[in-house]
């Protein structure tokens, strides 16, 4: 089974500090995608990226980086934490198109950040 | 912004179908639709995807009408393990890649 796990399950920081949010998955998947998820809101795409070093904006990309050296690895980086940012991490991962189950995301058990 | 269109909330009574709808107006002919949900605390979980043809597995149904403007997924025989918010979505093409992009999904609430 494909298995896509994010370093933490809770964290607790502090307003400007830098937050790093790491994601690996074990099924050499090429596309990785970080959601944010808050009440009323639903899941909003953050960054995601379809290949080692490469990333595409979301659409709420403001206030977040990412890195993606390693093919499993995709890492979210908050380099100066707010309260706003106070939410709910999810990871995902898919095969790129034309390899089989194309389209099904994979996700990890989320991250719950809390900014103070 | 999501492509898809869902109802806030539905309820169901425990061993009746549900029919969950979703509005897809703008679908292009090679985009696929997805379902997926999310039990409370845990990340989404795929169900079901397809392009025109009606789809059965394990989990569910999903009819898309001829004009592929909508769809509506079915759980045969809902239980209470099936409440979760349920989430159409459509597949959007970006920089070279594909995404999907969620909406805020249908609130299913299994009663006894």
């Known amino acids: 089974d494909v298995k896509v796990t994010q370093s933490s399950r809770y964290l607790v920081k502090r307003t400007g500090e830098k937050v790093f949010l790491e994601c690996v998955q074990d099924?050499?998947?090429?596309?990785m995608f970080w959601y944010r998820q808050d009440p009323g809101l639903g899941l909003r795409l953050i960054y995601f990226?379809?290949?080692?070093?490469?990333?595409e904006k979301g659409d709420i990309p403001e206030g977040y980086s990412v890195s993606r050296e390693k093919k499993e690895r995709f890492s979210l980086i908050l380099e100066s934490a707010s309260t706003n940012q106070t939410s709910m991490y999810l990871c995902?991962?898919?095969?790129?198109?034309?390899?089989?189950?194309?389209?099904?995301?994979?996700f990890g058990e989320g991250s719950r950040l809390t900014v103070l | 912004d999501a492509k898809t269109t869902q109802p806030t909330s539905m309820d169901c009574a425990e061993g009746r179908a549900a029919n969950l709808p979703c509005n897809h107006s703008?679908?292009?002919?090679?985009?696929?639709v997805y379902w997926y949900r999310q039990i409370h605390s845990q990340g989404p979980q795929y169900i079901i995807h397809?392009?025109?043809n009606n789809e059965t597995n394990e989990m569910a149904s999903l009819i898309i009408t001829e004009d592929r403007k909508s769809s509506t997924l079915i759980l045969p025989h809902a239980t209470l393990r099936d409440t979760a918010v349920y989430y159409c979505?459509?597949?959007?093409?970006?920089?070279?890649?594909?995404?999907?992009?969620f909406g805020k999904g249908t609130k299913l609430t299994v009663n006894p």
């Open positions: 397809g392009l025109k």
């Open positions: 099924m050499d998947h090429e596309n």
């Open positions: 979505i459509v597949r959007v093409t970006q920089g070279g890649s594909e995404k999907l992009v």
């Open positions: 703008t679908i292009s002919g090679n985009e696929y």
């Open positions: 990226s379809y290949d080692v070093k490469m990333k």
């Open positions: 995902a991962s898919t095969p790129s198109a034309g390899q089989p189950n194309t389209g099904e995301l994979f």
